[in-house]
Structures are given as structure tokens and as C-alpha cells.
């Protein structure tokens, strides 16, 4: 049985454009939030940019979570988020106010803050910025490591160093990419970012069923 | 680290590539499509794509060529031109591009660019602002309304209040004259502004690309360069690398 590739569908941005990735690896996607869509697929992309509290409240109204909950940890379907997708599975986001999230990996959201260091960056940070590896992930196999990849953020994934596969130094060194089993997530967009972040999108699509442990 | 990006311009009119002088005597240069299709080839940083007379023209957003360039770009991809209200956001946004630039409707409406951020994020609204040196004076220019009555670093900052994500800044007077950014603006407007900065207008070799970041530039943008002569974006950020700015160099 072939590949059923959801990109879901919950009114956060450039879902077009990371259809357009998965079509240029050769992959299919389908762009949904319908739950017999999303029940049949074998593995769930979750993109997006916009505020996280608007991104919550968007998959409640969509009656998503539990879905999701079901799809991927019970289920255990590979998935894929991206950007603010990667943000919503934390436990908790401190972006305008406390809001809770997906909670797959206990972890904060926060604010870049350099309002005590002497040299004071910009927030967003945006822009490509180069990823080291922390653990293997297959999701970056042939790639080199620090390869540059895009980002446009101003909050950021801060979590213990167990599920983390990418750091990042922006004025802190920042968690850029995370893996829990099947679960799968990168702060910046490998949707955007040329030929490796193609190849990290074709990577997805080579993973196999739910057999990565 | 973050890399200093250099983004290829790319100037439309009536949706045909042209190259421009100080912002007049248009030249049509061939067909979009297949100059976005070389810089993609490229592996360059991003593209932005304005239709320079859209606002004059009052013309409608041309879906199907955004589309069309949106097809070839696996990077960053800013269009402006012509965007008048937020239904115009979302056509642009959903033909694939990331970004929009606005400039004359946030020029009588700043809020403008407040409704988008709070729509789309900030992280796609690039405001971008044409500056003229009158009598030694920086001033805010557009096509439509001539020399406009508001200081432009303070309209930078309204902008940045509103929640611009970044600023694209062009010299009007050094556009497509290969004489070098124009250093002194950007000063200006550098200490003021805490949101990205892409200058444009005036890059004739890869020594300009230095004063820029020297002067505050986070970014830069380019059209005649890359057109016009034999430098490439790469031959650019090597240069820059080769006096330790951070660049993100391409291998092949």
C-alpha cells in the first residue's frame, strides 16, 4: 500500500507550499482536516506559521487534538511537524499569555530576550542559520552537518536535551529540531529551504511505517 | 549564526521582467518565469518579485503568473505590488508566495499592515519604502503620490509598531546605477529600527555588498547586478565570506 501523506489543514498558512515540496520529492499529499482523511493516512504533516494561541484554538474548533492524540500517539503514524506545528506539540506556549499545547513533549515555548545581552539581536529571527546534529535522526540522513536551513521565528522550543536532533545558535543556542519516536519536528522549513531542505522532506517520505523506535 | 542574506529583485511590469533607472525608463527583459527558474537553480537565499506599477496601474493581482513563479521556488518567495486589502494577502499568499510587500496602501493606512499581522504573522509582511534625496533630505517617495509629506525613519517605525516583520528599503536615486548602496540612509535608519532591514537599489559589485552590512544592512537586495553583468549571488556572499560575514555559500 502506498504512502497516504496528510498535510493538515487547520487555516495556518503555507500549507501550498509544502505540498509543493512533497510534489517535487515525488511524494503525493493531500491537504485536509477530515478526520476519515486524516484516519486513513499513514502519516500526518502538521506546518504552519501564525500565533500559536490562534493555531490551538483553530484545532479545537476542528475538533482536531483528539484526533491527532489517537493518530499519532496511540497510533503511532509518522509525523511531521514544521515550524509552529513543531511548536504545538509542546506542552505549554508563553506566546501572548500561557496556552497549552498538543503536550507530546514536555517542553515551553518562549520568546527570544535579549534585553540583557550585550549585543541585542533581532527578533524574528530570519533568515538561514545552520543546524548541528545532536543525535542521528534519519530525517537528516545525507545532509551534512550544519547544513543552513530557513527560519522565521520569535519563539523558540525549550526542552530538556532527551528527544532533541538540532541545535541552533542564535544569541542562545536553541533547539531547532526534536524526535520522539514517531514523532518528527523542525523549527525551521524545509519547505524553504532549497535542496536540503528537499532532501529532509524526501527523507520523511522514505521513513517507514512505524517501525522507527 | 545567521547568514546575511542576498536576495535576487526581480521588477515586473504589466507582469513582464523589465530593468529600471532611478525608477524610470523601463526596459522589457524578457519572461519571468524562466529568470525565477536560474536564481531557484541557483540555490539563491530568497527572491522577491515586485509589479512595480501595479498601485499606478490599479491593476489586479495576476494569480496565475504568482502561481506560476510561487512553482519554482523552494525558497523564500516576497510579492508585492498592487495588494489594496487582505483578501489581496490571501490570493498572493495561497498562489504560494510567503511574503507580501506593501508600500502604497501602508503609506495612507499604516493599520493596514496591523490587519495583516493579525492574520497572516508578522513573519510575511515585508514593508517596504522608497526614499528620494531631495535637496540633501531623505524623503518618502511613491509612484502614485509623488514626494510624500512624512519623515521616512518615522514611518519606518510606525511600520515596525504595527508589526512589520521586515523592512525593504530602496533608493530611489541609486536604483539600477550600479554606484553602490547608498550607506548614509541606511545609518540613519539603522540604530532606529529593531525589525530586519533589506536594503536595495545601487549593488554594482561585491564590494558594495560590505559598506551595506557595515552600515546596518541585515539583508540585501539586487536587480541590475544580477541581470546586467557577470556577477552571481554567490560571487557575492563569497566575497562577503572572504572577510568573515556570515553567508550561507552554496557548493557546485
Same mark, same amino acid.
Given at each position: ?11 495556518m ?7 509543493k515540496?512533497?510534489?517535487?520529492v515525488?511524494a ?11 484516519q486513513n ?22 475538533d482536531l ?9 496511540n ?5 511531521l ?10 506542552r505549554?506556549s508563553? *506566546?501572548f499569555?500561557e $496556552?497549552e =499545547? @498538543?503536550?507530546? !513533549?514536555?517542553?515551553?515555548i518562549?520568546?527570544f530576550?535579549? &534585553? ?22 534519519p ?11 530557513y527560519?522565521?521565528h520569535?519563539?523558540?522550543f ?5 528527544y532533541v536532533?538540532?541545535?541552533t545558535?542564535y544569541?542562545?543556542?536553541f533547539?531547532?529540531?526534536v ?11 524545509? *519547505?524553504?529551504?532549497? $535542496?536540503? =531542505? @528537499?532532501?529532509? !522532506? ?8 512505524? &517501525?522507527v523506535? | ?8 529583485c526581480?521588477l ?24 525565477v527558474?536560474?536564481?531557484?537553480a541557483?540555490n ?17 493581482i495576476?494569480?496565475?503568473i504568482?502561481?506560476d513563479?510561487a ?15 487582505l483578501?489581496d494577502?490571501?490570493?498572493v ?9 506593501i ?16 492574520v ?12 528620494k ?12 503620490m509623488g ?51 533589506i536594503?536595495?537599489g ?12 557595515l552600515?546596518g544592512?541585515d ?14 549571488p ?19
Amino acid at each position: 500500500m502506498s504512502d497516504k501523506i496528510v498535510i493538515i489543514d487547520y487555516g495556518m498558512g503555507n500549507l501550498r507550499s509544502v505540498q509543493k515540496a512533497f510534489e517535487k520529492v515525488g511524494a503525493d499529499a493531500i491537504i485536509s482536516n477530515d478526520h476519515n482523511v486524516i484516519q486513513n493516512s499513514s502519516k500526518l504533516v502538521l506546518p504552519g506559521v501564525g500565533a500559536f494561541k490562534d493555531a490551538m484554538s483553530n484545532l479545537a474548533e476542528l475538533d482536531l487534538i483528539d484526533l491527532l492524540h489517537e493518530e499519532v500517539i496511540n497510533k503511532k503514524k509518522l509525523f511531521l511537524g514544521i515550524c509552529l506545528g513543531m511548536q504545538l506539540i509542546a506542552r505549554k506556549s508563553y *506566546e501572548f499569555g500561557e $496556552t497549552e =499545547g @498538543l503536550g507530546w !513533549i514536555d517542553a515551553e515555548i518562549i520568546r527570544f530576550d535579549f &534585553s540583557d545581552s550585550p549585543i541585542e539581536l533581532k527578533v524574528p529571527h530570519v533568515g538561514w542559520n545552520n543546524v548541528a546534529y545532536v543525535n542521528s535522526s534519519p530525517l537528516f540522513e545525507n545532509i551534512p552537518d550544519n547544513s543552513d536551513f530557513y527560519f522565521v521565528h520569535s519563539y523558540y522550543f525549550a526542552s530538556d536535551r532527551q528527544y532533541v536532533t538540532g541545535i541552533t545558535d542564535y544569541g542562545v543556542e536553541f533547539i531547532s529540531s526534536v524526535q520522539k519516536k514517531n514523532i518528527f519536528a523542525t523549527q525551521f522549513h524545509p *519547505e524553504k529551504s532549497q $535542496t536540503h =531542505g @528537499l532532501k529532509i !522532506i524526501e527523507n520523511f517520505v522514505r521513513l517507514e511505517g512505524t &517501525s522507527v523506535c | 549564526m545567521l547568514k546575511h542574506r542576498i536576495i535576487p529583485c526581480v521588477l515586473l511590469k504589466d507582469w513582464q521582467l523589465v530593468k529600471s533607472i532611478q525608477f524610470s525608463s523601463y526596459r522589457t527583459i524578457g519572461h519571468p518565469i524562466a529568470t525565477v527558474r536560474v536564481y531557484n537553480a541557483r540555490n539563491v537565499d530568497e527572491l522577491i518579485v515586485l509589479d512595480i506599477d501595479a498601485s499606478l496601474n490599479d491593476e489586479p493581482i495576476n494569480t496565475e503568473i504568482i502561481t506560476d513563479i510561487a512553482n519554482e521556488c523552494f525558497m523564500p518567495l516576497t510579492i508585492g505590488g498592487g495588494i489594496k486589502s487582505l483578501e489581496d494577502v490571501y490570493t498572493v499568499l495561497n498562489a504560494g508566495a510567503d511574503k507580501i510587500a506593501i508600500n502604497s496602501k501602508a503609506i495612507t493606512n499604516p493599520s493596514f499592515i496591523r490587519e495583516i499581522a493579525t492574520v497572516f504573522g508578522s513573519q510575511c509582511v515585508v514593508a517596504s519604502i522608497d526614499i528620494k534625496k531631495i535637496d540633501g533630505v531623505y524623503r518618502v517617495y511613491n509612484k502614485k503620490m509623488g514626494i510624500v509629506d512624512i519623515d521616512p525613519v518615522e514611518l519606518a517605525c510606525e511600520y515596525e509598531a504595527q508589526g512589520a516583520g521586515e523592512i525593504l528599503l530602496t533608493s530611489v536615486d541609486r536604483d539600477g546605477t550600479t554606484v553602490g548602496y547608498d550607506t548614509e540612509l541606511l545609518q540613519l535608519f539603522g540604530n532606529k529600527i529593531t525589525i530586519p532591514i533589506i536594503i536595495n537599489g545601487g549593488m554594482g559589485n561585491p564590494k558594495d555588498s560590505i559598506e551595506a552590512l557595515l552600515s546596518g544592512a541585515d539583508a540585501l537586495a539586487a536587480a541590475y547586478i544580477f541581470h546586467f553583468s557577470q556577477y552571481t549571488p554567490d560571487m557575492i556572499k563569497k566575497e562577503l565570506a572572504f572577510h568573515n560575514f556570515p553567508v550561507r555559500l552554496v557548493k557546485g
